[in-house]
Structure formats: structure tokens, C-alpha cells
């Protein structure tokens, strides 16, 4: 996700590494290559112009009077622009009770996959707060063959009510869906429409009579993430045609330049509400302005991990391992804990994308295999050690490595390799208390 941005950024702040001041110099070939990076990730030119002079702006003729060093000073500034760029605050969707959500976009950009998703989403927030929520899905796009029976599919994988009208008109559809949805006292109605190759003024007059009779309280633009600066142009003639209130950017795990997510706000002054980020149900994630700039600066992204943690893992398994971290104290159960943690994340590749820097790394799909069954390896030698072996990993002299390798059917030194990496992890928890750096990234 925005591999190719944090690629980029990650290669020019390498480059200003190790320098102790930055002077104009500096700036000024850093900027020229971050106004390269924008414009081959398909930003327009002028707002490219635009970032790079408040970067400078930020950077000229003040004097480096922090601690920070050059490349710190450069990644500092640049992350705190393009956060405010990306749009500061993150915007919260929770739609108020009873609303009407109306899906809209070109054809192929993600409607009924993120109507799906959407609802999945609210009725998993719901289930948090102790809610069954009610909604209903609808489609009125008779423009597509077979548009409505894949948003029935994806219904009935998510669980999640549908309607289908008589009518095949888009309009006296709307309305018999409409009636039902009142009359079933359902709390919310996600609509999907029909969409076109390109905008087209048909559309938008179904969209303008659909919106005069519904009166969504909600009109969402899905947009294609892949499609760049034509996605700007797209947005601009759904506002002036029918007007919306965010967009969701779908297919940000495609290979992506990210332009589009780093002009959307800037140039619309509406936000990212979504980003969609896969054809699973789950892989919708709210958007972050914090976050995806961290991402596309490739610095990772500790918190979105996370929070994709806490949904997998109980929050006491969490707070253990947090714990061992903050005291900088670890023993082999921590250890042990931390992976089977990982392994409820899903592949070592799935969390790659959150890591800080990982955008910089070449690692192959075999590395990452390898990685993996040296992880299953590990646990298998863990679970061969007994408690107080893994509470005191000093006590596993020769012949007790030798017992323990044998119980988990690999050689000695495999058992030597585990322990080395273990204190390497003893190292970084040790070094993460000293720099009380932890606890920021869990707040
Ligand atoms: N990888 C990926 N694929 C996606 C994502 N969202 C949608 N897709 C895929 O994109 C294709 C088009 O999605 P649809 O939801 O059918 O798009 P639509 O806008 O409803 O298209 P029309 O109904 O033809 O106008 C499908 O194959 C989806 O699985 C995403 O976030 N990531
Ligand atoms: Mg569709």
C-alpha cells in the first residue's frame, strides 16, 4: 500500500541522512526530488508546486535549533504537511438513525463491493456497542445486467438484509425500496446505482432525480484508486452534478502510485472517508490523514497494526506483551506470546505492509516463507522447553538444549538460533524503554 510513494520518500530522506544541518542546497535537491516522486505518482503539477513550496516555506531560514538531525528535521516537516494536506483530523462516519447512504461512481470503481463491505462495517460497529443493526441493502442499477444479483450475493455473505424491487425503472424503484425500508423499520438504506465508463449527464440527471427523492442523508463517491488525476476529474463532475459528502478510495492494495489519495483532499476539500483494500468484506479501513501519511513516507504504520491486532487478539494478550516491552524485561513466554500473536495476524507478508520502512525493503515471497517457517520452527522448540526454561532462558545449558531440540525435532542449532534472536529482541525492548518511545505509539 503506497509502496511506490514510500519508496521514494524513504530513498530521500536516506539521501539527507547523516548530514548534521540542512541548508538551502540540500532543500532544494531533496524538494526537487520530491516534486519528481509526486508527479510520476500521477499528482497534478500545480499542487505538486504547492507542497513543495510549504515544505520550503517550513524549511528556509529557520535555524535548526532542535535536537533533530538533518534527515529527522526534513521527514518531521514533510510528514506534518502532507498530514494537514491528507486533511488533518481524521472524519468519523457514523450516520445518525434512520439515513440513507447513496452509493455513487463510474462503472467498475467499487460500488456494490464497498456497499457490502460498508454494511459489514456498520453492523460489526454496532455488534461492538452490544447493537444488531438494521440495514438494508438495495440496488436501483438496471444499466449493468446482473448488477443486482451480485449486490443479493455479497448480501448473503455479509449477512446482511436485501431488497429487491418490481419495478425495473431506476426511479419508481428507488421509491418502492424506499417503502420498504420505512415500512420494515430498518435503520439504514445503502443504495447502490448504476455507473458508466465515463461521466455521463444520463447519470448524473439519475443521480440529481434520486437524490431530490430519497434525500440521502449520505452520498458517498467510491473512486478507483488506480485511475490518478482522471479520478480528480470524475470527482469534480460528481460534485457539480449531484454534490457528495466524501469519497472511499477503493483498491489501494493494487499497485497504486497513491496520487489520487494525495491530491483527493487538497483538491476536492472533501474527505477520504475509506479506503478499500481488497474484494474481501473486511478489507475496508477508515482513512486516516496520520496514517497514510506515514505509509506513503514509508515510516509504517504501528497504529493501523494495531488496531488490526486488537480485532484478532484479546486485548490482555496485548497489554502482557506491552508490558514486557515498556519494563525493557522479557523472558521466552513473551516471546512465545508475541508470535503466536503474529501468527493470529495472518502470514508474515500480511503484516509486512505495516512495518515502518518496509517499503525500502526488497524481500522476496521466499524470504518471507522462510521467515515463516523459522517462526513455526521456534514455536515448536518453545513449546518443548518447560515454563521455567522459558522464564529463565539462562538455565538451558547444553543437555538441556539438547532435550529440547530433540522435542521439537530439529537440530541444536536451531535452538542456539532462537535463543540469539531472543536476545536481540531483549536489545530493542531494552533500547525501546530507554528511549520511552513505546508508549507514544500506543496512545
Ligand atoms: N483489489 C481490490 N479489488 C476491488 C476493491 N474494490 C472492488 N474491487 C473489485 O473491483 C471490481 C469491480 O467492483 P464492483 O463493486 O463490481 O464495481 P461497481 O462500481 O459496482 O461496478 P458496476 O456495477 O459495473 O458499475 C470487482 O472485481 C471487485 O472485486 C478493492 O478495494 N481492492
Ligand atoms: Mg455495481
Redesign the pocket.
Known amino acids: 500500500m503506497f509502496d511506490f510513494l514510500s519508496k521514494k520518500f524513504s530513498s530521500i530522506f536516506s539521501k539527507v541522512r547523516g548530514k548534521k544541518t540542512l541548508d538551502v542546497a540540500t532543500i532544494d535537491a531533496a524538494l526537487e526530488q520530491v516534486e519528481d516522486a509526486l508527479l510520476s505518482a500521477d499528482v497534478p503539477y500545480d499542487l505538486v508546486q504547492t507542497f513543495a513550496q510549504e515544505i520550503k516555506d517550513d524549511l528556509v531560514g529557520k535555524k535548526v535549533t532542535t535536537s533533530l538531525q538533518a534527515d529527522e528535521q526534513l521527514m518531521k516537516v514533510v510528514n506534518d504537511r502532507l498530514v494537514a494536506f491528507l486533511g488533518g483530523d481524521k472524519s468519523i462516519f457514523s450516520p445518525q438513525i434512520p439515513s440513507v447512504i447513496m452509493v455513487m461512481?463510474?462503472?467498475?470503481?467499487?460500488?456494490?463491493?464497498?456497499i457490502a463491505k460498508l454494511a459489514h462495517y456498520m453492523a460489526q460497529e454496532g455488534k461492538k456497542r452490544g447493537k444488531e443493526r438494521r440495514i438494508l441493502m438495495a440496488s436501483v442499477?438496471y444499466?449493468?445486467p446482473a448488477?443486482i444479483d451480485?449486490l443479493e450475493q455479497l448480501s448473503k455473505r455479509a449477512q446482511i438484509s436485501f431488497f429487491r424491487a418490481q419495478s425495473n425503472d431506476p426511479i419508481t424503484a428507488a421509491c418502492e425500496i424506499y417503502d420498504y425500508w420505512r415500512s420494515n423499520n430498518y435503520e439504514f438504506l445503502l443504495l447502490?446505482t448504476?455507473?458508466r465508463l465515463h461521466v455521463d449527464n444520463r447519470m448524473l440527471e439519475e443521480l440529481r432525480i434520486l437524490d431530490s427523492r430519497l434525500q440521502p442523508k449520505h452520498k458517498l463517491l467510491?473512486l478507483d484508486a488506480m485511475t490518478g488525476q482522471e479520478s480528480l476529474a470524475v470527482a469534480r463532475a460528481f460534485e457539480q452534478g449531484v454534490g457528495f459528502q466524501g469519497a472511499i478510495l477503493?483498491?489501494?492494495?493494487?499497485d497504486t502510485r497513491g496520487g489520487a489519495a494525495f491530491s483527493f483532499r487538497y483538491a476536492l476539500k472533501k474527505p477520504i472517508i475509506f479506503m478499500?483494500?481488497?474484494?474481501k468484506l473486511e478489507?475496508l479501513e477508515q482513512f486516516y490523514p496520520e496514517r497514510s501519511a506515514s505509509r506513503m513516507l514509508g515510516m509504517g504504520d504501528i497504529k493501523s497494526l494495531i488496531e488490526h491486532a486488537e480485532q484478532k487478539i484479546k486485548a490482555d494478550e496485548q497489554q502482557s506483551v506491552y508490558r514486557s516491552f515498556q519494563n525493557g524485561k522479557m523472558n521466552l513466554e513473551d516471546f512465545a506470546q508475541q508470535m503466536d500473536m503474529i501468527n493470529k495476524l495472518g502470514s508474515l507478508s500480511s503484516i509486512m505492509k505495516y512495518m515502518p520502512g518496509a517499503g525500502n525493503l526488497s524481500v522476496s515471497q521466499d524470504q518471507l516463507d522462510q521467515g515463516q517457517q523459522e517462526m513455526n520452527r521456534f514455536r515448536a522448540i518453545m513449546s518443548s522447553m518447560t515454563r521455567k526454561e522459558r522464564l529463565y532462558p539462562p538455565l538451558l545449558n547444553d543437555s538441556r538444549k539438547k532435550r529440547v531440540a530433540k522435542g521439537a525435532g530439529v537440530a541444536v542449532g536451531e535452538v542456539n538460533k532462537l535463543l540469539s534472536r531472543f536476545d536481540h529482541m531483549q536489545q530493542y525492548a531494552k533500547l525501546i524503554k530507554k528511549s520511552g518511545g513505546f508508549g507514544r505509539l500506543f496512545k
Not at 478499500?276 to 474484494?279: H, M, R
Open positions: 461512481g463510474l462503472q467498475g470503481s467499487g460500488k456494490t463491493t464497498t442499477d444499466y449493468r448488477a451480485q447502490d448504476a455507473g467510491i477503493t483498491k489501494i492494495d493494487s478499500g483494500s481488497g474484494e478489507d
